[in-house]
C-alpha cells in the first residue's frame, strides 16, 4: 500500500473515533441531566391495599388520564396496581396518589423502592466507567 493511503485510512480512522467519542459524552451529559424539562416524564406505580374490580379500573384510568400532567395509564385489576407516567413539571406524583385515594376513598400507597433497591437498580453506578466519564465531561464542560 502507498503511504496516501496508509495515511488516509489513518485519519478516518481516528475522525470517526473523535466523532463517536463526542457523540457518547454528549449522550452522557444529557442523560445524566440533574433537572427535568418539559419532556422529562416519570413512571410510579400505586399498590391499592384493596380488591377492585375491572370496572373500578377503568374508572380509576379515566379519573388519572382527566388528571393534569398525566400521560399514560394502566391499571391492573388483578394485582391491584396503577401504574402510571407524568410530567413531573406539571404535577408531583405523590399528589396524584393523594387524590386519587381520597377521589376513590381507596387504601393505596405509591411504591417507592427504598435505597438497595435504588442502588442495585440503577444500570450506571457511580463506580462505573460511563458515570465516571460522565464527571470528567461535567469538570470540563
Known amino acids: 500500500m502507498k503511504k496516501s493511503t496508509v495515511k488516509k485510512i489513518v485519519i478516518y480512522g481516528l475522525s470517526t473515533f473523535v466523532f463517536l467519542f463526542f457523540v457518547l459524552a454528549i449522550h452522557i451529559y444529557f442523560v445524566y441531566r440533574p433537572a427535568p424539562d418539559a419532556f422529562t416524564k416519570v413512571m410510579a406505580r400505586i399498590d391499592i391495599k384493596q380488591p377492585i374490580t375491572p370496572g373500578d379500573a377503568n374508572n380509576i384510568a379515566g379519573w388519572m388520564y382527566k388528571q393534569k400532567g398525566i400521560d399514560h395509564v394502566m391499571v391492573n385489576p388483578e394485582s391491584n ?59 470540563v464542560i
Do not use: E, H, W
Open 81 to 139: 396496581t396503577v401504574i402510571f407516567t407524568f410530567f413531573p413539571v406539571k404535577t408531583n406524583g405523590t399528589q396524584v396518589v393523594d387524590n386519587l385515594k381520597k377521589a376513590f376513598n381507596l387504601k393505596a400507597d405509591r411504591y417507592m423502592p427504598d435505597a438497595q433497591s435504588l442502588k442495585s437498580g440503577c444500570p450506571v453506578a457511580k463506580s462505573s466507567y460511563t458515570y465516571k466519564i460522565y464527571k470528567l465531561i461535567t469538570q
